[in-house]
């Protein structure tokens, strides 16, 4: 028994593979008495293989190794040796598959590999006719015997080829899986310190929030100016509050992890209610913000992450917009039972080029790099994940010159 790869060689495949080919012992003994002739030849037939070998590209490339076609010329002088011998027995079958293995490791594609077989067939052929020369029926049943050697030959280096492929491939699918341990246990990792940090910075601005909210309620003693500075300091808080959300739901949705409680929701108020929530701040900030919508538009979907989507897109407005800026939130009923929600300002517009890195979650630094002022860049990746768990979408509108338009399509 001999093992290459997952292929076990056994006495009993031997005897199948020879039926296969109709290899008798008839065929073995006229092998064994063209032998010695043949042999007498064989330096000649071998330095018309190498010839051969060397007058392609691809084979010639492996045999530029100082003094290696001399050594594999007497390999193959062993090969050829047991090519006529007339023993192709368990031993003979163990060599090819061998010599097969061996060729596949040093990068003989297969079709060189049985090329080179079909070239040494015609080679000893030419030799054999030579010595039968005056008797061509011992001549055609020699070769035909060689050429069924020589097929078994090559079936024997396909299963080696094919068995060390499988090899490797085994070996692969191996390391990829560990791999994607490790990658698994890497996003578990990331998403553990994702939340670590979440719940972190969420403390301390929930207290500097209660801070400034207790020093509203004793506003009496500020001056207009330190009013107006805590006034800013509460939309900051509010703004960080929000990015601190966006750096956890992106995570989320990069893990798979983020889900939406569906259910029945009045897009309309919200939309009135999330406008209503940034009137003051836009005021203050010499901006105006206003909604359109019917009296109900009625959906089935997750409140907290539509107020979250709103929220983030009417800040991105306001904060990359000049003062005097109009942003105009429109609600309505779309096409085939769909709702659309637009966002739109009559601000400066959004380049071209820049917009497809609007929603890509690392695409800050190229839309600083193209001339627009961006923070984190995770505003509208978070409104992007969020409406793709909604089984919506979000798009941009923008000529680049004047204005821009978000727009959000629900189900």
């Not at 390999?75 to 006529?84: G, H, I, M, S, V």
């Not at 011998?85 to 049985?114: C, I, Q, T």
């Amino acid at each position: 028994m001999f093992t290459i790869g997952r292929f076990t060689l056994t006495p009993d495949e031997v005897i199948r593979r020879k039926a296969y080919l109709e290899i008798t012992p008839q065929d073995e003994r006229r092998l064994l008495e063209a032998h010695p002739h043949l042999v007498r030849h064989s330096g000649r037939i071998i330095d018309a293989f190498y010839v051969y070998l060397m007058g392609h590209e691809h084979t010639r490339r492996m045999l530029t190794q100082p003094g290696l076609v001399e050594r594999l010329k007497k390999l193959q002088a062993d090969y050829f040796r047991e090519l006529t011998s007339g023993d192709y027995g368990m031993g003979y079958f163990e060599k090819r598959l061998r010599v097969g293995a061996a060729h596949d490791r040093v990068g003989l594609a297969p079709e060189w590999y049985l090329g080179a077989y079909a070239k040494y067939l015609q080679i000893v052929s030419g030799v054999l006719r030579e010595v039968y020369a005056d008797d061509h029926e011992r001549f055609d049943l020699t070769l035909v015997a060689l050429k069924k050697i020589i097929y078994l030959d090559m079936s024997l280096a396909i299963d080696a080829y094919i068995h060390s492929a499988q090899v490797r491939l085994e070996s692969k699918n191996v390391e990829l899986e560990a791999a994607n341990t490790e990658l698994q246990k890497l996003h578990a990792t990331k998403q553990q310190l994702t939340d670590m940090i979440v719940h972190d910075l969420q403390n301390p601005l929930t207290g500097i929030r209660s801070f400034l909210e207790l020093l509203g309620s004793r506003a009496e003693g500020l001056t207009p100016r330190e009013k107006e500075a805590h006034a800013e300091a509460l939309r900051r808080c509010d703004d960080l509050g929000q990015m601190i959300l966006n750096v956890l739901q992106v995570s989320r949705a990069e893990a798979g992890k983020l889900e939406a409680y569906i259910e029945n929701v009045d897009l309309a108020e919200l939309v009135r209610e999330s406008v209503k929530a940034f009137e003051l701040p836009a005021e203050l900030d010499g901006r105006k913000v206003s909604a359109e919508a019917p009296e109900k538009l009625p959906v089935r979907t997750d409140q907290s992450l539509m107020k979250r989507v709103l929220h983030n897109l009417l800040r991105n407005s306001l904060r990359h917009t000049p003062r005097g800026t109009v942003v105009r939130v429109v609600a309505r009923a779309g096409n085939h039972g769909a709702v659309e929600i637009r966002v739109s300002d009559d601000g400066p517009g959004i380049p071209r080029e820049a917009q497809p890195l609007l929603f890509e979650r690392f695409g800050a630094p190229a839309l600083r790099d193209a001339g627009l002022r961006v923070d984190s860049g995770l505003g509208l990746a978070c409104c992007k994940s969020a409406l793709q768990v909604l089984g919506g979408s979000i798009a941009v509108e923008s000529d680049g010159k004047t204005g821009t338009t978000f727009k959000v399509t629900l189900p």
